[in-house]
């Protein structure tokens, strides 16, 4: 029933703000369900790769253990150490999972499209700023103040240790993941995701013309996430848990949602900016591409975690400034030569 | 009528934070209220418009306020309880003061605004990006160049005085370590003469 609801993108009524609601709503309900199905999926997922079982014990599959485990962080004890700094130490999980869902605001995740018997256009995006890819990696960047004040605040030294992991990771791969997105802003010559994904609609994905870009850009974002490859900011063998040492229950619970919230939030981006957006393709309609692009790309995250060991943070750091920087201004220089010749 | 109730909520907010970051002796609530000050600043870019400027402001400050924080880190215990005792009331009176008719120039900002002419105003069918882009590199093109040019000389700069024995790890290298024993037998050298003197 749904694939009959989508039109094309011409001759739609005006976006009114009951569409605008709909789309947050939708965009709300659909994330964070899947961030919540996220942690099962991720089980499952990294016990199949290990030759284990995973969940298996509660409900059919495991299936419910998603629903053990709410229940247990909803009614876990909620301590505040002594000595932290209680007012930083309540906002900064708040912090991380708003910011993610506020990021959310600003990306496309399904196409334009009427409710059947009315004229109430949902839009493919909640707000579409000129600016959407700045705006979305600018607010993402904002999340991992969440880590750095957990850190700073709990008076712990393990959590001092991550919360400095979180600042020098965070000021490197910025550059990185600013840079790797600059090539095909260069060739699209606009910042908006709609533009991105109409450039992509007849021709072939960027994907083709900015490979290294689209690796960059995938390794920033797993630095950006905290995912295993680059995940020193909680490296249970080193620092215990970094920044969340301190934190039980639903507070907890905020850094998780946040984390599972900007995996789904670099999927898209990578879906829209490099992999065609969500274009029909072939007979395939476009909302079931979409879906299928982010899903591969959680799949994908899920994938490295279980095949990489950690690195060491001078390692990342040598990654970072000695590798990926150069590569990165290379690839933009000769994205620059090319679209000027 | 939103844009006004938006505007008084970032004014009065950025007020209030930017005070709590000169005022406060606690460094952790110090630079919390300046880094979110900065992200309430770019609030008015978006009221006017501006969305790649609010943009730039969100993405330019969170990164650097980032960096203080490291500092913060090596100077100062953040979690050590501080007493916020202000010893001189003149201070507290001025800011005070200062403040109270900052929020009179804010309230009055929408009549004063009304006369207000913009000296680049929109273009339409123009994007934000672009129009930064032609005045950047028509009237400022000497600013925005020399400006280019300074960060070039920091960034060698940086890069000379962090870059010393960059190659060398400090904790698997022996040919580091031969380094830091030549220094010290230079060092001690140095100091052995002094004393012969």
């Known amino acids: ?341 | 009528m939103y844009e006004t109730i938006a505007f008084y909520t970032f004014a009065i907010s950025t007020t209030i934070l930017f005070l709590i970051t000169v005022m406060s002796k606690n460094v952790l609530y110090a630079m919390t209220a300046l880094a979110s000050g900065m992200v309430m600043i770019s609030g008015f870019f978006f009221l006017l418009g501006a969305d790649f400027l609010g943009v730039v402001q969100l993405i330019v400050y969170v990164g650097a306020v980032m960096a203080l924080y490291g500092f913060a880190m090596m100077f100062f215990d953040a979690t050590r309880d501080i007493k916020e005792k202000h010893q001189n009331p003149a201070l507290v009176f001025l800011l005070g003061g200062l403040m109270a008719l900052m929020f009179v120039v804010i309230f009055s900002a929408p009549i004063i605004g009304d006369n207000v002419q913009a000296l680049y105003p929109i273009v339409e069918g123009v994007g934000n990006a672009q129009a930064v882009g032609m005045v950047l590199f028509t009237k400022y093109l000497v600013p925005f160049e020399v400006a280019a040019l300074m960060l070039l000389v920091a960034m060698i700069a940086g890069i000379i005085l962090a870059g010393k024995k960059m190659d060398y790890s400090l904790t698997t290298s022996e040919a580091a370590d031969e380094e830091i024993n030549v220094e010290e037998k230079l060092q001690a050298d140095i100091e052995r003469e002094k004393g012969e003197a």
């Open chain 1, 1 to 341: 029933m749904v694939s009959t609801i989508f039109l094309t993108a011409t001759a739609l009524p005006e976006v009114i703000w009951i569409g605008v609601i709909i789309k947050a709503v939708l965009i709300l309900a659909v994330i964070a369900a899947i961030a919540g199905f996220g942690t099962y999926i991720e089980r499952k997922i990294l016990a199949f790769m290990q030759r284990r079982l995973g969940p298996q014990h509660v409900g059919p599959f495991g299936l419910l253990q998603l629903a053990a485990d709410g229940i247990k962080l909803f009614t876990k004890e909620d301590i505040i150490p002594q000595h932290a700094n209680k007012f930083i130490f309540s906002i900064a999980p708040v912090i991380t999972a708003a910011t993610a869902f506020i990021a959310l605001a600003a990306v496309p995740v399904f196409p334009d499209f009427t409710i059947p018997f009315t004229d109430i256009l949902v839009p493919s995006i909640a707000s579409d700023i000129n600016v959407g890819i700045l705006f979305v990696l600018g607010m993402m960047a904002a999340g991992l103040y969440g880590p750095l004040l957990a850190g700073m605040s709990q008076g712990n030294k393990w959590g001092i240790i991550g919360s400095a992991r979180t600042a020098i990771q965070f000021l490197s791969y910025e550059v990185v993941t600013g840079l790797s997105v600059l090539a095909p802003i260069m060739m699209v010559g606009s910042l908006s995701f709609v533009d991105f994904n109409d450039y992509q609609t007849d021709g072939l994905w960027l994907v083709v013309y900015q490979p290294i870009a689209f690796v960059l850009f995938l390794i920033a974002g797993f630095a950006e996430t905290n995912r295993t490859p680059f995940d020193l900011l909680e490296h249970e063998a080193e620092i215990i848990s970094g920044y969340v040492t301190e934190y039980s229950g639903m507070r907890w619970g905020l850094f998780f949602i946040g984390e599972y919230a900007n995996m789904i939030t670099i999927g898209v981006i990578a879906s829209i900016v490099f992999l065609g957006g969500y274009n029909d393709f072939l007979f395939i309609p476009g909302w079931i591409m979409i879906i299928g692009k982010i899903a591969f790309s959680f799949f994908f995250m899920l994938w490295v975690r279980a095949a990489w060991p950690h690195v060491r943070p001078d390692q990342l750091m040598w990654l970072c400034w000695k590798v990926l920087m150069p590569l990165a201004v290379i690839n933009v220089l000769i994205t620059g030569l090319v679209i000027m010749i």
